[in-house]
């Protein structure tokens, strides 16, 4: 059975930083999975932030790029995010997800998996950018 475990949310001002972890167990990852963060504003859909695929390429919502920065430990099952120069838009609850059959390449992937209930899906950690 695959958890997925997020850590790091917290409340911070606008311009603040924070890091996202997401720990992995009963999984071992490989290239061929999918590995990203998707999050959730109060009265909004989920929507994809960043993601990265085996080779280590990545993707990034146009929101966040330049800012977010998304990247993996695989020796030890974590999946990482810096968040920089936060922005109150960002205040959401933010989840990882990891797909073992990825149907798209990882761009196609981000905008798509938002709305998948396919692989696993962690409980999300709270982040709140204050003004």
């Known amino acids: 059975q695959v958890h997925l475990v997020e850590s790091g949310g917290g409340s911070v001002q606008a311009g603040g930083s924070l890091r996202l972890s997401c720990a992995a167990s009963g999984y071992t990852y490989s290239r061929h999975h999918m590995l990203g963060w998707f999050r959730q504003a109060p009265g909004k859909e989920r929507e994809g932030v960043a993601a990265i695929d085996g080779t280590g390429r990545s993707a990034y919502a146009a929101s966040v790029k330049g800012r977010f920065t998304i990247s993996k430990d695989s020796g030890e099952n974590i999946l990482l995010l810096q968040m920089n120069s936060l922005k109150p838009e960002d205040t959401a609850m933010y989840y990882c997800?990891?797909?073992?059959?990825?149907?798209?390449?990882?761009?196609?992937?981000?905008?798509?998996?938002?709305?998948?209930?396919?692989?696993?899906w962690g409980q999300g950690t709270q982040v709140t950018v204050s003004s």
């Open positions: 997800a990891a797909d073992l059959s990825p149907p798209q390449e990882v761009d196609g992937w981000l905008r798509e998996h938002s709305s998948s209930n396919r692989g696993y």
